[in-house]
């Protein structure tokens, strides 16, 4: 018979092993197997976000030249701020191309 070739019962018969144990292999293993998916799935819909980037500077750029008083041209770079902060904390999209 096969012996188990990891866990609490590394080395033991797998006919000894509890109904319980294997139960929850199955389960913590389907649950690893989800992620791993997932991730995949997740790296293949990434896109360059040095587009993304570029889209908000030149938004940045077109409004910055605009006439603004010193509290709006704090607000404009504050939202630069946080769009490029979400654009790297995000790093992906659901299309595989980017709409433009």
Known sequence: MPRM????????????VPDSYLQWVI???E???????????RRAHKIDSS???RIVDCGYAQLSV????SEDLKKLNAAKTI???AITDAGTVHDQQPPF
């Not at 649950?31 to 799935?41: D, G, N, T, V, Y």
């Not at 605009?66 to 008083?69: R, S």
């Open 83 to 85: 769009l490029l902060r």
């Open 51 to 53: 587009w993304v980037k």
């Open 31 to 41: 649950e690893k197997l989800r992620m791993a998916k997932e991730e995949l799935e």
């Open 5 to 16: 070739e990891f866990g609490k019962y590394k080395g033991d018969d797998i006919t000894e």
């Open 27 to 29: 389960r913590d293993g």
């Open 66 to 69: 605009q006439t603004m008083d």
